[in-house]
């Protein structure tokens, strides 16, 4: 298994142009997450998602929009970037059941460094 | 919401002394409270977790303790070694319940001294 595969590593944009955060996963997972980290800040979430169709607000959702067609992907869209947006993304992903709480461990993918000029 | 609260933000110690990272959440209803590491550059991982119907877990040389009245739960690292500087988070949620995610702390940067 590949795990948690994000894509790109690294992207630079400028000011109010629009990009996708691309997160795929192959562990069948059901509950994918999007992530922010900044200096200082810790992790913080932005969307989550407990199955294909179902998506949630986390903590810092503003400007931000996720979709889940599928149970591998969970893409992560920036509408018109901002430097406020400048950090590193982790998407993670996990098992959930909805009978018991088991297996709540978190697989990171390796991030993407953004930059917004 | 859940609020983490992550002490100390630096935490320097001489190679074979012991750490301790202490964090505070706001949430009684929180019964799941994970530790990540993460080294330099890399992804987040999950070094140990404890659950609220249990005080205290050990693996090795790490160990967890859980203070539900207090609202507190600590991580201990023994003997400590050059491979464990890296940024430690702690986190705390309530899990299997209709709301998901966890809520970090801001993480802790060890640094193991030679």
């Known amino acids: 298994n590949a795990g948690v595969t994000q894509t790109p590593k690294f992207q630079v944009l400028k000011t109010g142009q629009s990009m996708t955060l691309q997160c795929a996963q192959d562990?069948?997972?059901?509950?994918m997450s999007w992530y922010r980290q900044d200096p200082g800040m810790g992790l913080r979430l932005i969307h989550y998602?407990?199955?294909?169709?179902?998506?949630d607000q986390g903590e810092v959702p503003n400007g931000y929009n996720v979709s889940r067609s599928t149970t591998e992907d969970f893409p992560l869209r920036l509408l018109s970037a901002a430097p406020s947006q400048t950090s590193v993304y982790f998407c993670?992903?996990?098992?959930?059941?909805?009978?018991?709480?088991?297996?709540?461990?978190?697989?990171f993918g390796s991030g993407t460094q953004l930059s917004v000029l | 919401g859940e609020n983490v609260e992550q002490h100390p933000s630096t935490l320097s110690v001489q190679e074979g002394d012991s750490a301790v990272i202490k964090c505070t959440y706001s949430?009684?209803?929180?019964?799941?409270f994970p530790w990540y590491k993460q080294e330099l550059g890399k992804r987040p991982q999950l070094i140990i977790d404890?659950?609220?119907?249990?005080g205290e877990k050990k693996d090795q040389r790490i160990a967890v303790t859980l203070n539900k009245t207090a609202k507190h739960f600590s991580l201990h690292i023994t003997e400590t070694q050059p491979e464990d500087s890296a940024v430690y988070f702690c986190a705390a949620t309530y899990s299997g319940g209709g709301a998901d995610g966890l809520t970090f702390g801001k993480g802790t940067h060890l640094i193991i001294q030679p």
């Open positions: 949430d009684s209803a929180s019964n799941y």
């Open positions: 562990m069948n997972h059901e509950y």
């Open positions: 993670a992903s996990r098992i959930r059941s909805y009978r018991t709480a088991t297996n709540e461990k978190l697989f």
């Open positions: 404890i659950r609220s119907n249990v």
């Open positions: 998602s407990v199955g294909a169709g179902i998506t």
